[in-house]
């Protein structure tokens, strides 16, 4: 059978599965009405245990780490199918398609232990890379671990964790080499959040939810066996996990964006003005343009290719369409997000307030565009007096 029958096949049988459900799965269609995000966690945890034990959520993931084989595409399969049956897509997703695939690829032995528990709903993940004195300038972190006989000792604080009051581990860049050597020279530990030295206390976002944590490192020992990839060979782990964030993360975040939309056109069509319709047209080209973008990165990533610089073309889109949609929201609910206080106004002027970092987290959209102009596109640069230098 060619990969993209097999695909189809795959995506049908879980159409069906999804579809006999019934009202098994109707506790998983909106988030919960109380209990803050803690409610929420918990929620997706229920979720992820029920795609585990029917094997949904196990496809695409190395057989030998708790999966049952097959490419990447598998899972994005599985995202596009939970949002379009109209199930609220746990962020916990997200923080897996970040780190799972580096954990199979840089620490196999971590993967066996971790990923399973994870897929199951045991476990949750951080990721340590931003600082407050480093954010998109990852080279300058200060975080440092220093080798001390079979273990690291971690000294440091990071910042900006997706859900880190909930993890049970972090992946923790941090500085192994000298003080300058930047880049190289810098490691990727995996640190169990429940060691001595360890505090985690989470943010208020603006949204009034906790979305983040901030981390604390004093003299926490790691052993050496929570080593990803090479000693100082952090930052091509890193680079290795930006696909994900930025790829199979964007194909998720479509789908979800997908069913928001779809939801916010239903609710327009009879009452919304000329201003909200040209908002939901705006987002939908937005979406459009993205789906058929992460399509082809998820293809590539499937295929084993590292799309490299050219991910940061994803992650404009996806910021792009991300305050597309839920700008079309608000023109279309404005009243409801501005004043409602029901659980449904209360998740939806949540999420537009989150969609307003979707241009700055994870590699802010102007850097971005630096990238894909200087590294892709391969543009002149100006020079001092604003004149284009001429470099080919």
Same mark, same amino acid.
């Given at each position: 059978?060619?990969?993209?029958?097999?695909?189809?096949?795959?995506?049908?049988?879980?159409?069906?599965?999804?579809?006999?459900?019934?009202?098994?799965?109707?506790?998983?269609?909106?988030?919960?009405?109380?209990?803050?995000?803690?409610?929420?966690?918990?929620?997706?945890?229920?979720?992820?245990?029920?795609?585990?034990?029917?094997?949904?959520?196990?496809?695409?993931?190395?057989?030998?780490?708790?999966?049952?084989?097959?490419?990447?595409?598998?899972?994005?399969?599985?995202?596009?199918?939970?949002?379009?049956?109209?199930?609220?897509?746990?962020?916990?997703?997200?923080?897996?398609?970040?780190?799972?695939?580096?954990?199979?690829?840089?620490?196999?032995?971590?993967?066996?232990?971790?990923?399973?528990?994870?897929?199951?709903?045991?476990?949750?993940?951080?990721?340590?890379?931003?600082?407050?004195?480093?954010?998109?300038?990852?080279?300058?972190?200060?975080?440092?671990?220093?080798?001390?006989?079979?273990?690291?000792?971690?000294?440091?604080?990071?910042?900006?964790?997706?859900?880190?009051?909930?993890?049970?581990?972090?992946?923790?860049?941090?500085?192994?080499?000298?003080?300058?050597?930047?880049?190289?020279?810098?490691?990727?530990?995996?640190?169990?959040?429940?060691?001595?030295?360890?505090?985690?206390?989470?943010?208020?976002?603006?949204?009034?939810?906790?979305?983040?944590?901030?981390?604390?490192?004093?003299?926490?020992?790691?052993?050496?066996?929570?080593?990803?990839?090479?000693?100082?060979?952090?930052?091509?782990?890193?680079?290795?996990?930006?696909?994900?964030?930025?790829?199979?993360?964007?194909?998720?975040?479509?789908?979800?964006?997908?069913?928001?939309?779809?939801? #916010?056109?239903?609710?327009?069509?009879?009452?919304?003005?000329?201003?909200?319709?040209?908002?939901?047209?705006?987002?939908?080209?937005?979406?459009?343009?993205?789906?058929?973008?992460?399509? #082809?990165?998820?293809?590539?990533?499937?295929?084993?290719?590292?799309?490299?610089?050219?991910?940061?073309?994803?992650?404009?889109?996806?910021?792009?369409?991300?305050?597309?949609?839920?700008?079309?929201?608000?023109?279309?609910?404005?009243?409801?997000?501005?004043?409602?206080?029901?659980?449904?106004?209360?998740?939806?002027?949540?999420?537009?307030?989150?969609?307003?970092? #979707?241009?700055?987290?994870?590699?802010?959209?102007?850097?971005?565009?630096?990238?894909?102009?200087?590294?892709?596109?391969?543009?002149?640069?100006?020079?001092?007096?604003?004149?284009?230098?001429?470099?080919?």
């Amino acid at each position: 059978m060619r990969a993209g029958s097999a695909v189809r096949v795959h995506a049908a049988a879980l159409r069906e599965w999804l579809g006999r459900q019934g009202s098994d799965l109707d506790r998983y269609r909106s988030r919960p009405a109380s209990g803050g995000l803690a409610a929420a966690v918990a929620q997706d945890r229920g979720l992820l245990r029920m795609l585990h034990d029917a094997g949904w959520s196990r496809a695409g993931w190395p057989e030998q780490a708790g999966g049952l084989g097959g490419s990447a595409t598998l899972r994005a399969v599985l995202y596009d199918e939970l949002a379009a049956a109209g199930i609220e897509v746990p962020e916990a997703f997200v923080i897996l398609e970040t780190l799972g695939p580096v954990l199979t690829a840089y620490a196999p032995d971590l993967a066996v232990r971790h990923l399973p528990t994870y897929l199951a709903g045991e476990e949750l993940w951080g990721q340590g890379f931003s600082e407050p004195e480093a954010g998109s300038d990852l080279a300058s972190l200060r975080t440092w671990a220093r080798v001390d006989g079979d273990s690291f000792v971690l000294s440091g604080q990071k910042v900006w964790t997706t859900l880190g009051q909930f993890a049970s581990h972090a992946a923790v860049l941090a500085r192994t080499g000298p003080p300058d050597s930047g880049h190289r020279g810098l490691s990727m530990l995996w640190v169990d959040l429940a060691a001595p030295g360890v505090t985690v206390a989470p943010i208020a976002a603006a949204s009034g939810r906790d979305e983040f944590a901030e981390m604390f490192f004093d003299g926490v020992r790691v052993p050496r066996s929570g080593l990803v990839g090479e000693l100082d060979g952090g930052w091509a782990v890193a680079m290795y996990l930006l696909q994900y964030e930025r790829g199979m993360y964007a194909w998720l975040r479509q789908a979800v964006l997908h069913r928001r939309l779809a939801e #916010t056109a239903a609710a327009a069509a009879d009452r919304a003005g000329p201003v909200a319709h040209a908002a939901i047209g705006a987002a939908y080209l937005a979406l459009t343009s993205l789906r058929a973008r992460s399509r #082809t990165t998820v293809a590539r990533l499937a295929a084993g290719e590292n799309p490299g610089p050219e991910i940061s073309v994803d992650k404009i889109l996806l910021s792009r369409a991300e305050q597309a949609v839920y700008d079309a929201v608000l023109a279309t609910r404005q009243e409801a997000l501005l004043v409602g206080d029901g659980p449904e106004e209360t998740a939806l002027r949540e999420e537009w307030f989150y969609s307003r970092a #979707t241009s700055v987290f994870g590699g802010a959209v102007e850097v971005q565009r630096d990238i894909v102009a200087d590294r892709v596109l391969r543009l002149p640069r100006a020079g001092a007096n604003g004149e284009r230098d001429g470099r080919g």
